[in-house]
Structures are given as C-alpha cells and as structure tokens.
C-alpha cells in the first residue's frame, strides 16, 4: 500500500512533529507499505494519508478527503492543534478533525481537551526512543539537569533557568539547555541568560548523538513546557533512565501518570527550585522519580509503539 505522510516540517527540521514522521515512515516501510513524506501533498494518489498537524496540513487533509472520500485518513493532533488552533483557527482545525477517518494523539489525556464527538476517533500512540548505547555516568562535578527544547513561548524555555537562580549558593546544580531559537528575541535572551547566571548554558541546536550523551550525563530532565501534545524528550528521558521534572499540565501528566512525583505548577520558578534542590540533595526522592519513570518506560519502547501503530494501519485499511 502508498501511503502519504504529510507534516509541515521541512527535511532539515529537527523538530518533533518531523521526527515522529521519520521514524513512523520506518515502521509503516517494515510492515512492507511504500511511504512518501512530504510538506504537502495537494495532488498526490495515495491508498492512505496520515497528516501531522491538524490545521497546518489542513489543505493536504482537504484535498485527500475530497478526492478519495472512501479512502482512510488518519490525523495526528499537534499540540497547538489541541490547545490553540481549535480556539483560534476553529473552522480549520475541526474541519480537518471532522474528516479524519481516525484522530492520533500522543498522550492519555487529549480526549477531555477536545470536543466530545472526536472521542471515538481518537487513537494514543505513545512515542518511543531507543535506549542509551553506553552507559549512563551522570557529572560528579556538577548536580546537571537538561532542557531539551526549542526556545519558544509555549515551551516557557528560560523557566528552569530562573530556577537555577533561586537554589541556595551551596548548590552543585548547572542547567544544560539544547534548542534551536524560534526568533531573534530568543536568540538574544538565551545568550544574555548563559552570560549572566552562573547555573546556565545554553548551547543551541545540537544533533541527536550530542542530546543523547547529555541524557547519559545528566541526574535529572526538566520539561517546563505550559502546553504539550505529548513530548518526545520525555519518553526519551524515561527510556534514558533520566528522572522527569516536569509542569503538571496535560500534555506531561498524560505520559508520566496522575500519580507521579516530580510535577511543579506551569509557570512557577520557586516550586521548581524546590524540586531541583530536593532532587540534588535527596537521594531518595530522586530514586523514587527514577523508579516512577522506569514503571512507565515499557510504554514507551519501539515493540510497543510499533505494534500500536500496525493495529491503527490494520484496522483503518480492512
């Protein structure tokens, strides 16, 4: 079968709607499907499409949908999708929702974000990573926490570095952040932060083995995000053996469970400080996140994420 997977991230993109895509591509290629991913795809004769992104492939869905109605469409809610553009870009964004034969969401708590008739539709695939291939060493010198994300607002990405700025002096914590800046004003504060406190580094847009050697060198990872569709560096992280410091909001309580330790409010520096300077200075809250994230790691294996994905595939296309 020719299926289409579209996503609005260009090849050189290292984000993560592009990089669920490529690795989704490998898994659809080992059930023996042809897979073409592209930005767009308007014109194209697939047997299938699957669309990353709601409303910024929307003309793709609609093209698809109008052309080969009997054909099945399936679509990935995007983050942005689920807690922005259905408010703002409404007609686009349910429109493509409404012609998707099935909904794909990354983590257990989409369904009560979107409207009540999607629920049926809606599908969880949660993201996997591969494991480390050396072993994990964290830094002796240093208590070292990494933020693995793009620098934009709805990723609060300086939030664990005002953190850094509340522990007390005595404190071994350093913050080491990889991300790619989304604009110029970005690309100002995050240099301004590294030159000023002490406790940050910010290195830019790294490549994947550099993220990984961090994750084998790293005691702990923050996501401070306020609004996620399903984060892969959490599963990265939990697989890594990485303990989680995470905002509660959805997108991070719907991987790592209701129940899980390691959350502070979105938004709120001093309750991270807090967090970060128990983890370093209690061995034994920071083994009980470790054990937390290691009881949710199968979840997020490459079998699991497979074997969910072929079920979806099967059941769309008999």
């Given at each position: 079968?020719?299926?289409?997977?579209?996503?609005?991230?260009?090849?050189?993109?290292?984000?993560?709607?592009?990089?669920?895509?490529?690795?989704?591509?490998?898994?659809?290629?080992?059930?023996?499907?042809?897979?073409?991913?592209?930005?767009?795809?308007?014109?194209g004769n697939a047997d299938m499409m699957i669309a990353v992104?709601?409303?910024?492939?929307?003309?793709?869905?609609?093209?698809?949908?109008?052309?080969?109605?009997?054909?099945?469409?399936?679509?990935?809610?995007?983050?942005?999708?689920?807690?922005?553009?259905?408010?703002?870009?409404t007609e686009v964004t349910l429109g493509s929702m409404d012609?998707?034969?099935?909904?794909?969401?990354?983590?257990?708590?989409?369904?009560?974000?979107?409207?009540?008739?999607?629920?049926?539709?809606?599908?969880?695939?949660?993201?996997?990573?591969?494991?480390?291939?050396?072993?994990?060493?964290?830094?002796?010198?240093?208590?070292?926490?990494?933020?693995?994300?793009?620098?934009?607002?709805?990723?609060?990405?300086?939030?664990?570095?005002?953190?850094?700025?509340?522990?007390?002096?005595?404190?071994?914590?350093?913050?080491?952040?990889?991300?790619?800046?989304?604009?110029?004003?970005?690309?100002?504060?995050?240099?301004?932060?590294?030159?000023?406190?002490?406790?940050?580094?910010?290195?830019?847009?790294?490549?994947?083995?550099?993220?990984?050697?961090?994750?084998?060198?790293?005691?702990?990872?923050?996501?401070?995000?306020?609004?996620?569709?399903?984060?892969?560096?959490?599963?990265?992280?939990?697989?890594?053996?990485?303990?989680?410091?995470?905002?509660?909001?959805?997108?991070?309580?719907?991987?790592?469970?209701?129940?899980?330790?390691?959350?502070?409010?979105?938004?709120?520096?001093?309750?991270?400080?807090?967090?970060?300077?128990?983890?370093?200075?209690?061995a034994d809250f920071l083994n009980k996140l470790a054990s937390?994230?290691?009881?949710?790691?199968?979840?997020?294996?490459?079998?699991?994420?497979?074997?969910?994905?072929?079920?979806?595939?099967?059941?769309?296309?008999?």
């Amino acid at each position: 079968m020719k299926i289409s997977l579209v996503t609005p991230a260009g090849k050189q993109s290292k984000s993560g709607n592009r990089t669920t895509a490529v690795r989704w591509a490998g898994f659809l290629r080992e059930f023996g499907h042809r897979v073409e991913i592209s930005e767009t795809d308007e014109d194209g004769n697939a047997d299938m499409m699957i669309a990353v992104h709601a409303w910024r492939s929307a003309n793709s869905i609609q093209a698809f949908s109008d052309r080969f109605p009997s054909r099945p469409l399936a679509v990935l809610l995007a983050g942005t999708d689920i807690y922005e553009f259905q408010y703002s870009h409404t007609e686009v964004t349910l429109g493509s929702m409404d012609r998707a034969d099935r909904l794909i969401c990354l983590h257990e708590l989409t369904e009560r974000a979107i409207p009540e008739r999607f629920a049926q539709k809606l599908s969880v695939i949660h993201q996997s990573a591969p494991p480390l291939t050396v072993p994990r060493v964290p830094s002796t010198r240093w208590f070292e926490v990494f933020v693995a994300g793009h620098l934009r607002e709805v990723k609060d990405p300086l939030r664990t570095a005002c953190a850094a700025r509340l522990v007390p002096d005595r404190s071994r914590l350093r913050i080491v952040h990889v991300g790619k800046a989304h604009d110029d004003l970005w690309a100002e504060k995050a240099p301004e932060e590294t030159r000023n406190n002490r406790r940050y580094i910010w290195r830019g847009e790294v490549r994947g083995w550099q993220v990984r050697r961090q994750f084998a060198r790293s005691h702990a990872m923050v996501i401070s995000s306020v609004a996620e569709g399903g984060a892969n560096v959490v599963s990265e992280s939990i697989v890594c053996g990485v303990p989680v410091i995470a905002s509660h909001i959805d997108g991070n309580v719907g991987l790592l469970g209701e129940d899980y330790s390691g959350y502070f409010p979105a938004k709120d520096e001093k309750a991270l400080a807090r967090l970060l300077y128990r983890s370093e200075t209690d061995a034994d809250f920071l083994n009980k996140l470790a054990s937390q994230c290691a009881g949710r790691r199968p979840l997020f294996s490459q079998e699991s994420e497979r074997a969910v994905l072929r079920t979806l595939i099967e059941e769309l296309t008999t």
